[in-house]
């Protein structure tokens, strides 16, 4: 009886052998050849499970008992001499790695019973520690000379009593470091994603020991599966020990779960779609109704996320400098507009991205914040804010208005360099936040007023807003043939909705999925999300459009138009930086047909667009011109003029003094054709500012 769990056992391992010959061929020879630089070899669950009759309990072998299997395969492939290293010795430091678990656990859901179990976890990455050398074969040496070797485990480091050879009493032993044997080790701390959470639950995290040649790989805000066995171990109070034990995962591989745009796998089939689509001259349309098409109407802005999903092209230039390719988009707009409901479904559809919403942020959660770190050795480190967790992706920042005034200034350099310049607690540091913005805001007083003057009624700095590309007035304006059409559109997709609600709990007679995804059809996106996504990523990938010369002079002639160089005492319209805007739009609505250089339709297209932005934002009525110096510095350029004039005449009239009577200025500066109004504005304007006082009633000071 006490040999068959031994006969067992010894078929185990040639099954293990059986398999790795049949199925891993290729992997095993990959590995003698580049041993040891690859010294892992990963074997997918799925093929284990399949493996013919053994198949599914090794596989649930794997589950109960991982130590052992890792022996077995271990031993397989020794016994097997299925890697043969170039110098023909046996290769002891292979990696048995096994991916593609069937099943996750959460980490909420990871109990006592999980312990010494192989399970698998997904989350965000939240923290690393560097990766540092860890000793796991102590040798030790007592002034006899002798030797002892100590094997470590994970955490505290053992000693041995004294020294092992037979009659050497010593027991003051030195350590070793150069014969000991070392690995690389490495912390990473891992979080639940917070869509799968009830109301109130906070993340749990998870921490993680990475060794070998896994350490180094995976960076924080990665989306990562981690496959390991759960480990448990003393917890330690002020040197006593505790009944409770602290849990951690010992990692045996990692998968990226969500990668960015450059990294989406794209297979042949969806290629063939990818070039098949690129070729339909209704591209942009489906494109556009594609991008939230629960949500009616709002065409130059889906049109304008679009743009900014695909992206311009980021150049690096020869002096070092760079120019930031990515499309940054404000959308400002009446509430009820579906502003966050858009925001939301771009992260969605980008791949690396973080919603955020302004209100609830400060300046350090948007950037970097300096934390004392409990997790390694209690030194400052960095812990990354939203914009660099959503490097090489989309920001989203709802009630941008909300902000507090510093806090919105953290993100300028974040917009325009694309880095993060943190000087905190002896840490001189630049993260990367090569990131898309897009922001929502509402006007300062909740509404729009279409007769008030507009940088009044935007609650941001000029400097914050000129960084944006585009800037789209979302107004709410009735208007009964659309208002007809919207509440049409919203109708149907709740009645829809709520079919589909009722079929699920009882199936209604009559209804068929054809018939639900007919109803559906008004509020499909013309490609589905998870094409959409592939396409993105194809066109990032692999299309670097050129600026044709019809595109060039088209882009010239509207921004000299924009500039009206003619007239030299015009508002100052338009600055080079809506230039720059206009040939990153289009580089990407090049990119969206796949196309290798930018035609005149792009440069059309993108000139629509940026004017009907300017249009709403700079439009300067009393000289039908466009004045963006309301929005680049919240003063326009007759208000500047009126202000200059009544200094003026302030001085002329009080000479040294500086000093005159307000309506001795009126006068003086009424007669010079301003309106009597709008001077005493202007007047207001310099006692606010502080760059007059009024000594005495009726009296105005220059200071």
């Given at each position: 009886?006490?040999?068959?769990?031994?006969?067992?056992?010894?078929?185990?391992?040639?099954?293990?052998?059986?398999?790795?010959?049949?199925?891993?061929?290729?992997?095993?020879?990959?590995?003698?050849?580049?041993?040891?630089?690859?010294?892992?070899?990963?074997?997918?669950?799925?093929?284990?499970?399949?493996?013919?009759?053994?198949?599914?309990?090794?596989?649930?072998?794997?589950?109960?008992?991982?130590?052992?299997?890792?022996?077995?395969?271990?031993?397989?492939?020794?016994?097997?001499?299925?890697?043969?290293?170039?110098?023909?010795?046996?290769?002891?430091?292979?990696?048995?790695?096994?991916?593609?678990?069937?099943?996750?656990?959460?980490?909420?859901?990871?109990?006592?019973?999980?312990?010494?179990?192989?399970?698998?976890?997904?989350?965000?990455?939240?923290?690393?520690?560097?990766?540092?050398?860890?000793?796991?074969?102590?040798?030790?040496?007592?002034?006899?000379?002798?030797?002892?070797?100590?094997?470590?485990?994970?955490?505290?480091?053992?000693?041995?009593?004294?020294?092992?050879?037979?009659?050497?009493?010593?027991?003051k032993l030195e350590l070793l470091p150069k014969r000991s044997k070392f690995v690389d080790s490495q912390k990473l701390r891992i979080q639940e994603s917070p869509e799968g959470l009830r109301g109130g639950e906070q993340p749990q995290t998870l921490d993680i020991d990475v060794t070998d040649d896994l350490s180094g790989i995976v960076s924080p805000g990665d989306r990562i599966i981690i496959n390991g066995i759960l480990r448990s171990m003393q917890r330690v109070v002020r040197g006593e020990k505790s009944t409770v034990f602290d849990i951690f995962l010992e990692c045996n591989s990692i998968e990226v779960a969500e990668k960015e745009f450059e990294e989406v796998e794209i297979d042949e089939k969806a290629e063939d779609e990818i070039n098949r689509l690129s070729k339909d001259p209704m591209i942009y349309r489906m494109i556009t109704h594609s991008v939230a098409p629960t949500i009616y109407g709002s065409e130059d802005v889906k049109q304008a996320i679009a743009l900014q999903l695909f992206g311009g092209i980021a150049k690096e230039m020869p002096d070092g400098s760079r120019l930031r390719g990515d499309i940054h988009v404000l959308l400002i707009g009446d509430p009820g507009i579906a502003k966050s409901q858009l925001l939301r479904y771009v992260v969605?559809?980008?791949?690396?991205?973080?919603?955020?919403?302004?209100?609830?942020?400060?300046?350090?959660?948007?950037?970097?914040t300096a934390v004392k770190d409990e997790f390694g050795e209690g030194r400052w480190t960095l812990e990354a804010g939203a914009l660099v967790l959503a490097d090489m992706g989309v920001a989203a920042v709802d009630e941008m208005d909300k902000m507090e005034k510093g806090d919105r200034s953290a993100l300028h350099e974040a917009m325009e360099q694309q880095s993060i310049s943190v000087a905190k607690a002896g840490i001189t540091a630049t993260l990367k936040s090569r990131c898309a913005l897009l922001g929502a805001a509402n006007p300062k007083y909740g509404r729009f007023d279409m007769f008030g003057d507009?940088?009044?009624?935007?609650?941001?700095?000029?400097?914050?807003?000129?960084?944006?590309?585009?800037?789209?007035?979302?107004?709410?304006?009735?208007?009964?043939?659309?208002?007809?059409?919207?509440?049409?559109?919203?109708?149907?997709?709740?009645?829809?909705?709520?079919?589909?609600?009722?079929?699920?709990?009882?199936?209604?007679?009559?209804?068929?999925?054809?018939?639900?995804?007919?109803?559906?059809?008004?509020?499909?996106?013309?490609?589905?999300?998870?094409?959409?996504?592939?396409?993105?990523?194809?066109?990032?990938?692999?299309?670097?459009?050129?600026?044709?010369?019809e595109a060039r002079d088209a882009l010239v002639a509207y921004y000299l138009k924009l500039r009206g160089i003619a007239e030299p005492n015009k508002p100052v319209p338009v600055t080079a930086r809506q230039l720059?805007?206009?040939?990153?739009?289009?580089?990407?609505?090049?990119?969206?047909?796949l196309s290798n250089t930018i035609d005149t339709s792009d440069a059309e297209r993108v000139i629509h667009i940026v004017d009907a932005c300017l249009r709403q934002i700079a439009y300067d009525a009393k000289t039908g011109t466009f004045d963006i110096d309301k929005i680049v510095t919240g003063i326009s350029k007759e208000k500047r003029d009126i202000v200059r004039v009544i200094k003026d005449?302030?001085?002329?009239?009080?000479?040294?003094?500086?000093?005159?009577?307000?309506?001795?200025?009126?006068?003086?500066?009424?007669?010079?054709?301003?309106?009597?109004?709008?001077?005493?504005?202007?007047?207001?304007?310099?006692?606010?500012?502080?760059?007059?006082?009024?000594?005495?009633?009726?009296?105005?000071?220059?200071?």
């Open positions: 009886m006490e040999k068959q769990p031994d006969l067992h056992e010894g078929d185990r391992t040639g099954d293990w052998t059986r398999l790795l010959k049949t199925k891993y061929k290729k992997q095993l020879g990959e590995l003698s050849r580049e041993y040891p630089h690859k010294r892992s070899l990963s074997i997918n669950y799925r093929d284990v499970e399949r493996f013919g009759k053994p198949g599914i309990a090794m596989a649930d072998e794997l589950l109960e008992n991982p130590g052992k299997v890792l022996e077995d395969v271990w031993d397989a492939i020794k016994n097997g001499q299925l890697v043969r290293t170039k110098d023909g010795k046996d290769p002891r430091e292979i990696n048995i790695r096994f991916t593609n678990l069937p099943r996750k656990t959460l980490i909420r859901n990871i109990r006592s019973d999980d312990i010494n179990r192989y399970i698998s976890v997904e989350g965000i990455l939240r923290k690393t520690t560097e990766v540092r050398p860890r000793v796991v074969e102590a040798v030790f040496r007592c002034p006899a000379g002798h030797f002892t070797v100590k094997q470590q485990k994970y955490g505290k480091f053992i000693e041995p009593d004294g020294c092992a050879t037979d009659g050497c009493t010593f027991k969605k559809l980008s791949p690396r991205a973080i919603y955020t919403s302004g209100q609830s942020s400060t300046a350090a959660g948007l950037t970097a507009l940088s009044d009624q935007i609650n941001m700095p000029p400097s914050l807003l000129s960084r944006f590309d585009l800037i789209f007035i979302m107004t709410d304006q009735p208007e009964q043939k659309r208002d007809m059409a919207i509440a049409e559109h919203i109708l149907k997709a709740h009645s829809t909705g709520e079919l589909i609600a009722q079929h699920k709990k009882t199936p209604i007679p009559g209804v068929t999925d054809e018939y639900i995804q007919q109803q559906l059809k008004p509020v499909m996106p013309d490609i589905e999300p998870g094409l959409f996504r592939k396409y993105v990523a194809y066109s990032k990938r692999t299309c670097f459009p050129l600026l044709s010369p720059e805007a206009l040939v990153r739009l289009a580089e990407a609505s090049a990119r969206i047909r005449a302030i001085r002329d009239i009080g000479g040294d003094g500086r000093r005159a009577g307000i309506d001795q200025v009126i006068d003086a500066v009424s007669a010079k054709g301003f309106p009597r109004d709008k001077v005493r504005e202007g007047i207001e304007m310099l006692l606010r500012t502080g760059e007059a006082m009024e000594p005495k009633n009726g009296l105005i000071q220059l200071i």
